[in-house]
């Protein structure tokens, strides 16, 4: 079943407008990647979060790893119509293997 | 630099045909290997994945096969597709040192 749940499906914000995308496991987490996806497009790796409380930015961008390490969150600060497209997180679970949340559809709205 | 190869970028099948979709990635190697399928919508569901020649794991049960008969080579297949068996498919390597995927282009496939 889902190990890796995402909210909320789908945002639609104005331009200029801040977005937050929340991940969460019902187990504890190794690590945890985050990807954008542009419409028509494929997954571009984004980021990823080891340590417990971890908060990590790249420009816009912040991303947070919950100190049980079983949420996480990314924040974007007044976006912008590049910013459009779907953000999935990946946990890390077992061994070798992420497992994709069901992602965030980000419409920004000029 | 390492680059992943995917192909074709669209196709469209009918159902009972064969399927093949290839994978390669250049730059690097002893990658594990990932083929994902993205139904319409945006999940990404991962079907199977590999960390050597010859060894294939599968994430689900499925009308689906996969095989790696090169370090860089990976291959999807069908015998006969399934109108269900249509979406988004994504190749993607990742290094041993558990750094981030990279995805192929990806393959739309319409089973019609």
């Known amino acids: 079943g889902q190990q890796v749940m995402q909210i909320p499906q789908y945002q639609h914000v104005q331009e200029g407008e801040d977005f937050t995308t929340y991940c969460n496991s019902s187990t504890t987490l190794s690590n945890i990647q985050w990807y954008k996806q542009r419409p028509g497009g494929h997954p571009v790796f984004l980021i990823q979060?080891?340590?417990?409380?971890e908060v990590k930015k790249q420009k816009r961008l912040t991303f947070q790893f919950g100190e049980a390490k079983k949420n996480s969150s990314l924040h974007i600060t007044a976006t912008q119509t590049t910013d459009v497209g779907t953000y999935f997180c990946a946990g890390g679970l077992r061994g070798n293997q992420f497992y994709f949340g069901t992602g965030t559809s980000l419409t920004v709205i000029p | 630099s390492q680059t992943i190869h995917q192909w074709p970028a669209t196709l469209v099948q009918p159902v009972g045909s064969p399927l093949s979709l290839e994978c390669t990635v250049e730059g690097t190697s002893n990658p594990n290997l990932y083929w994902y399928r993205q139904a319409a919508g945006r999940g990404l569901q991962l079907l199977f994945y590999?960390?050597?020649?010859?060894?294939i794991s599968s994430e689900v049960p499925q009308n689906l096969s996969a095989s790696r008969p090169q370090d860089r080579q990976f291959i999807l297949s069908s015998k006969k597709l399934l109108l269900s068996d249509s979406g988004f498919y994504l190749c993607?390597?990742?290094?041993?040192?558990?750094?981030?995927?990279?995805f192929g282009s990806g393959t739309r496939l319409t089973v019609v």
């Open positions: 979060l080891v340590k417990s409380g």
């Open positions: 590999s960390v050597g020649i010859g060894q």
């Open positions: 993607a390597w990742r290094p041993r040192n558990l750094a981030g995927y990279t």
